[in-house]
């Protein structure tokens, strides 16, 4: 079975703070995601990267940025973390030849006091 | 912009009822998708549907997608408190998916 392991379930930051959210894949999956889930809003897609040290932004990249050192860790960062962003934030992986089967993990629930 | 409208968006219904939850767009897909969230996990992928027109069944789910590829419907028949959950629909379109923005069901017993 795949596995997408993200490194907090809950996390409370404080306005201006940097944040890291970790995502780790065990199936070998070339292509990693990071969405942010509102309420009424669904999820929206942040980042993407399609293989190590590549990234491409998503459909709301604005105050985010991420990292792919390796194939199968995906970082999400918050370079000064504002209320706005507090959200549920869900990391995805797929194989290259099944982009469209995402796989998720179990979310981690930010908040930013 | 892609834009998938899902309704309703919140539906509380007894064990046993039927429901249908809808998907709509102006725009056309590639293929849809439906997943199911629990509290507190990801969504999971219930199916894809690929051809306008095509029906897929999954035990009590019935998915359509419509004849245009725009939109598509998800019918449960006989529902559980087992089906409870949030639904998303999901277009795909050149390897990303856009999301609805859900439905929370909810089955009282």
């Known amino acids: 079975d795949v596995k997408v392991t993200q490194s907090s379930r809950y996390l409370v930051k404080r306005t201006g703070e940097k944040v890291f959210l970790e995502c780790v894949q065990d199936?070998?999956?070339?292509?990693m995601f990071w969405y942010r889930q509102d309420p009424g809003l669904g999820l929206r897609l942040i980042y993407f990267?399609?293989?190590?040290?590549?990234?491409e932004k998503g459909d709301i990249p604005e105050g985010y940025s991420v990292s792919r050192e390796k194939k199968e860790r995906f970082s999400l960062i918050l370079e000064s973390a504002s209320t706005n962003q507090t959200s549920m934030y869900l990391c995805?992986?797929?194989?290259?030849?099944?982009?469209?089967?995402?796989?998720f993990g179990p979310g981690t629930r930010l908040t930013v006091l | 912009t892609q834009l998938l409208e899902q309704s309703p968006q919140f539906l509380s219904i007894q064990e046993g009822e039927n429901l249908t939850v809808y998907c709509n767009s102006s725009?056309?897909?590639?293929?849809l998708q439906w997943y199911r969230q629990e509290p507190g996990e990801g969504p999971v992928l219930l199916v894809t549907?690929?051809?306008?027109?095509e029906v897929k069944k999954l035990k009590r789910l019935t998915f359509q997608f419509g004849d245009a590829r725009k939109d598509s419907s998800l019918h449960i028949t006989a529902a559980q408190t087992g089906d409870t959950g949030l639904y998303l629909c999901a277009g795909v379109n050149t390897g990303k998916l856009i999301f609805g923005q859900g439905t929370t069901l909810q089955v009282k017993p």
């Open positions: 199936m070998d999956h070339e292509n």
């Open positions: 995805a992986s797929s194989l290259a030849g099944a982009p469209d089967t995402q796989y």
């Open positions: 725009s056309v897909f590639s293929s």
């Open positions: 549907v690929v051809t306008g027109g």
């Open positions: 990267s399609y293989d190590v040290k590549m990234k």
